[in-house]
């Protein structure tokens, strides 16, 4: 079994940064594409921020620029760096990760628990 485990979240004023952490754990292969997605009250949840395995990368626009993803697969880690944040980045984070046990399995998503981000103004 993989579980993803978030950390980083908190409370800030706008302007300011949280650095998000999330580790995979169990038994694990290989990690594919990697992600960060969020979800405010009454909204749905969308994706933030994408890296893959060969180190491509993809953000929203609404982040871009603000927020830089990385990943350390050794450590089946991704990490996302949030600067200049805005009351509107306010949600609940998700860590999300296309991950295999095997090389003879398909990849399967997992998700984290999720992390709370509250940005002040």
């Known amino acids: 079994q993989v579980q993803l485990v978030e950390s980083g979240g908190g409370l800030v004023q706008a302007g300011g940064s949280l650095r998000l952490s999330c580790v995979a754990s169990?038994?694990?292969?290989?990690?594919?594409?990697m992600a960060w997605y969020r979800q405010a009250p009454g909204k749905e949840r969308e994706m933030v921020a994408q890296?893959?395995?060969?180190?491509?990368?993809n953000y929203a626009d609404s982040v871009k620029g603000r927020f830089t993803i990385s990943r350390d697969n050794a450590k089946n880690a991704v990490f996302l760096q949030m600067n200049s944040l805005r009351p509107e980045d306010t949600a609940v984070y998700y860590c999300?990760?296309?991950?295999?046990?095997?090389?003879?399995?398909?990849?399967?998503?997992?998700w984290g628990q999720g992390t709370q981000v509250t940005v002040s103004s």
């Open positions: 169990g038994s694990i292969v290989s990690a594919n594409v």
């Open positions: 999300h990760g296309s991950i295999r046990s095997s090389y003879f399995r398909p990849y399967v998503n997992y």
């Open positions: 890296s893959t395995s060969g180190g491509g990368t």
